[in-house]
């Protein structure tokens, strides 16, 4: 007995003519996604039929539509100040700090912000800080970054010997 659904056969695409393999049981029409996606441009064009279409062609419709725009360079999602959920661009880090949205910011970290009390401090001073320059927090809190709570130390020791003394002050 043959088994006739496990056969290959040969068929042409839909869209750009190009012979393709398939099994004899499968319903393909298309040599490859793209050329599906493509072929679709122009039954779909139309917001009146876009409304018509089922979910999975929906679904991708804009996935093809996601796909091109990448391809060109093209971002496809708003970013930064032109995104619906905009805020200014301070955030809480999680530390207590307000970290600020800064792209242009030598010190940047991955997402593009850098601490706020530190920006502030360069504001005041009128140069970008070095790396091991600490910006302290006169009173404690972290988000409090008036220029009179903030007092710039010159390196680690130096923030140390404040904490220690204020512990001192504390205990006495």
Known sequence: MRV??????????KY???????????????????CCDKDKIGKFCSLKTI????????RSWNNFQIREK????ISFSKQGFKHHLWKGGKIDDGNGYVIIYMPNHPFVNHNNHIREHRFIMEKYIGRYLHR????????????DNRIENLKLCANKSEHQKIHELAKKIIKE
């Open 51 to 58: 409304n018509k279409m089922s979910l999975a062609t929906k």
């Open 4 to 13: 006739w659904y496990n056969r290959n056969i040969e068929k042409a695409c």
């Open 16 to 34: 750009c003519k190009k012979q393709f393999i398939s099994y004899i049981s499968f319903k393909r029409k298309y040599c490859s996604k793209r």
């Open 132 to 143: 091991w320059e600490i910006v302290h927090h006169i009173n404690g809190t972290r988000n």
């Open 70 to 73: 990448r391809s060109k360079g």
